[in-house]
């Protein structure tokens, strides 16, 4: 918004106060949505155009965003945002498609028990609208492409490091590429049709492709044997994306040869925080994102009780979960539910703090 | 019909609290998609009805294209109010994620802001409800509308107190945080009071600039008429909205509440007063979503954060509740109901005999010497 100029933003902002004060906003949004559900004033969405069945349990959805979306850079996520049963939940998504192609894709596996990767490859169809983020991260090659590369990725995270691969085939750039994957098995190898092709085709992509019914050593990520197909990998900018334990690994080895910064990792599941604690009372720190303080609470009562002890003052009212006001949004964090006693994990949920116990250390919108 | 309600031991109200919470978790571990699809239903119908409203208004000619024009801006008007406005702002879509269903940042279609009404509406009222002295809903802090209310000689004018206030009703729905109440008595500063105008202010003046400035102006000639219509389209709002919400609270047979006999309350002596001081009114399904299913006024009370549509189904679990625990259930027809409130204020409206105390359902001195609860058949 700074890039704008004064008075174009006094006018947005103008604009945009009458259409809502007027409820024009409201009805736009309604119209438009009866017209086309693609279209929006406000956000991206995007069209199903094509399901595609990669493995088993992976599948790559061919997505035609609306004009709002900003063309990403190769490695970059989105988020996705369905309704489940009249509930809407997001996930972050790496764009498995490379910039310059279109539509875009994204490639899901199919999580155990996950509701929104089940939905996903059970309930949508061709021809159904979903919601997306603006692409976004930092898992990118810089302009300058680097000389060396290592493309190292593990199981569903080829996903990135894929759309990197295909944006250097389209741009015709594919010299000194290594691509490592490890796979279960062969036909768990997402993409393997298309990896062996390009390995065909470019003399300069080397693939190396690990499985774990592989005799031949021991399965998953394995230091020596790395090191011994590529020796140089100290020397390569490398992209690394894959299951923990396999990043924590190959982190480990990047710093033990001091080439921590030419190691460039996306992770797919937040760091974890303090263990969640059973039993009432335990001191935990909340964080509050809009004042910025952090605060220590903890002992009897709700989490609204907690943090009024430790010198807060969040906005509350009926202090019994009836009316509302102490609603906020969790952004990390567990918290246990006193009347009915569920707990929950969820990022980015609203929460009562009047009815909320904390479970480990919390990040709030306060 | 109107039986008075059996006073309840600690333990009988804490049984009855806990029937009532489970009753609440099993309908708030259903809501889903049905739920989603019937809000938006109705946001659509309302849409469609404003969006027809206005085209009858601003290209017809002639008296049919106005009487049908504004009916159906005056139909999309009660929705957005009631089963829209009122139910959202409660937070009872919250559980979905859309943001065009948060309640914290909804604003609805009439000069009351959206901040003040989750305030005084969703906290206040809700929290106090029926408790002389702390719920200003009581008569508004107009109209006596209970015997316990103590007379005095503006009183004697409330009949047409009441007319202004129902043709003007969201007018006093928009006024009514400002607490004026408080400024005249004292407990409020000027400069408070003064803060307090402002949000109130700006939302009124913008609504006056929407129905008799920006709406007529799009409609060129047609601006006279547009005006017109948008006028009577609010005031047929106002006129049913505040018919409902008088039905709420203030028909016989529902119970006023003391401060001392409320000072400490459990949860289940809570869901106690929350029945005993609410009112419903008997109607077809159309009917109920006219009202914002404040027609169930009662289960709205006992679960104002549960979809509105749910509350037909979750009556008759509430009344065999209420006759298991000996409690009155008070319902009756609009025209009962609506007559009821009438007659009281105009009885109301003259000092009356000495204050009739209906038998007081919380208090645990006089539930130790009553009879046991009726057993389940």
Redesign the interface.
């Known amino acids: 918004m700074t890039s704008q100029p004064l008075i174009s933003r006094a006018w947005a902002r103008a604009r945009d106060t009458v259409s809502?004060?007027?409820?024009l906003d409201?009805?736009a949004?309604?119209?438009l949505n009866?017209l086309d559900p693609l279209l929006s004033l406000t956000g991206v969405r995007a069209r199903v155009v094509d399901v595609i069945d990669e493995t088993p349990d992976t599948k790559s959805f061919v997505l035609h965003p609306n004009t709002a979306w900003r063309r990403h850079r190769a490695g970059q996520h989105t988020v996705i945002e369905v309704?489940i049963?009249?509930?809407?939940?997001r996930r972050c998504y790496s764009i498995a498609s490379a910039p310059g192609h279109w539509p875009i894709a994204i490639t899901v596996k199919r999580v155990p028990g996950g509701q929104v990767s089940s939905w996903l490859h059970d309930r949508v169809r061709p021809g159904q609208v979903v919601g997306l983020d603006q692409p976004a991260g930092d898992f990118v090659l810089p302009l300058r492409r680097p000389g060396k590369l290592l493309l190292l990725s593990g199981g569903s995270g080829i996903t990135p490091v894929m759309s990197i691969l295909r944006d250097l085939a389209a741009r015709a750039a594919l010299e000194d590429v290594v691509f490592v994957h490890h796979a279960r098995s062969q036909a768990e190898v997402i993409f393997g049709a298309e990896l062996r092709q390009l390995a065909d085709r470019h003399a300069g992509l080397r693939l190396v492709v690990r499985t774990d019914d592989d005799p031949s050593g021991p399965p998953g990520f394995d230091e020596s044997r790395l090191a011994k197909q590529v020796p140089d990998f100290g020397e390569r900018s490398t992209y690394l994306c894959g299951p923990a334990p396999m990043m924590k690994r190959a982190e480990a080895l990047w710093k033990s040869v001091g080439a921590t910064q030419r190691l460039t990792q996306e992770r797919f599941v937040a760091p974890v925080l303090a263990t969640p604690l059973t039993g009432a009372g335990k001191d935990v720190r909340v964080t509050l994102l809009r004042s910025g303080r952090t605060v220590v609470a903890g002992g009897e009562g709700s989490l609204l009780d907690q943090l009024e002890r430790a010198g807060e003052r969040p906005a509350n009212?009926?202090r019994?979960g009836?009316?509302?006001?102490c609603?906020c949004r969790k952004t990390a964090g567990t918290v246990q539910n006193l009347?009915?006693g569920e707990v929950s994990s969820a990022a980015d949920e609203?929460i009562q703090l009047c009815i909320s116990a904390p479970q480990s250390d919390l990040q709030l919108e306060l | 019909m109107t039986t008075t309600s059996i006073p309840l031991t600690h333990e009988q109200a804490d049984a009855f609290g806990k029937e009532l919470d489970a009753l609440r978790l099993a309908v708030a571990a259903d809501l889903g998609e049905r739920d989603v699809r019937h809000i938006r239903w109705v946001i659509g119908t309302a849409h469609r009805s404003e969006a027809a409203g206005r085209v009858l208004l601003h290209i017809g000619v002639g008296p049919l294209s106005f009487l049908l024009g504004t009916s159906a801006l005056a139909l999309s008007k009660i929705l957005e109010n009631m089963e829209i406005g009122h139910n959202v702002m409660h937070g009872q879509y919250d559980w979905t994620g859309d943001p065009a269903l948060a309640s914290k940042r909804y604003e609805w279609d009439n000069v009351c802001p959206g901040d003040d009404w989750r305030h005084s509406h969703n906290y206040e009222h809700h929290t106090f409800t029926n408790v002389l002295g702390k719920d200003r809903d009581i008569g508004y802090m107009l109209l006596r509308v209970a015997p316990e209310q103590r007379w005095r000689p503006i009183h004697l004018t409330q009949p047409v107190a009441a007319a202004i206030l129902a043709l003007l009703f969201q007018w006093g729905v928009g006024m009514h945080d400002l607490r004026t109440d408080e400024l005249l008595s004292g407990k409020q500063s000027p400069k408070q009071f003064y803060r307090r105008t402002r949000p109130f202010l700006r939302k009124a003046g913008w609504q006056l600039f929407k129905d008799y400035g920006f709406f007529p102006a799009l409609a060129l000639a047609n601006a006279p008429r547009v005006a017109l219509g948008n006028l009577l389209a609010n005031g047929a709002r106002n006129l049913w909205t505040f018919a409902v919400i008088f039905c709420g609270h203030f028909p016989e047979g529902v119970t006023m509440y003391h401060q001392d006999e409320t000072a400490v309350e459990s949860r289940g002596q809570w869901y106690v007063r929350q029945l005993n001081g609410s009112a419903n009114i008997e109607g077809g399904r159309w009917f109920h979503i006219m009202t914002g299913h404040l027609s169930h006024q009662i289960e709205h009370h006992l679960f104002p954060d549960i979809p509105a549509s749910r509350y037909p189904e979750m009556a008759p679990k509430v009344r065999e509740l209420c006759a298991r625990y000996g409690q009155s259930y008070c319902t009756g027809s609009f025209r009962r109901q609506l007559g009821s409130v009438a007659k009281r204020i105009l009885r109301l409206a003259l000092p009356g005999p000495s204050v009739q105390r209906l038998r007081d359902p919380i208090s645990t001195a006089a539930a130790e010497r009553t009879t046991p609860l009726r057993r389940a058949a």
Request: net charge positive.
């Open positions: 809502r004060r007027l409820f409201r009805q949004a309604f119209w009866e309704e049963d009249g509930v809407r939940m009212g009926c019994m009836i009316c509302r006001t609603t009347i009915t609203d």
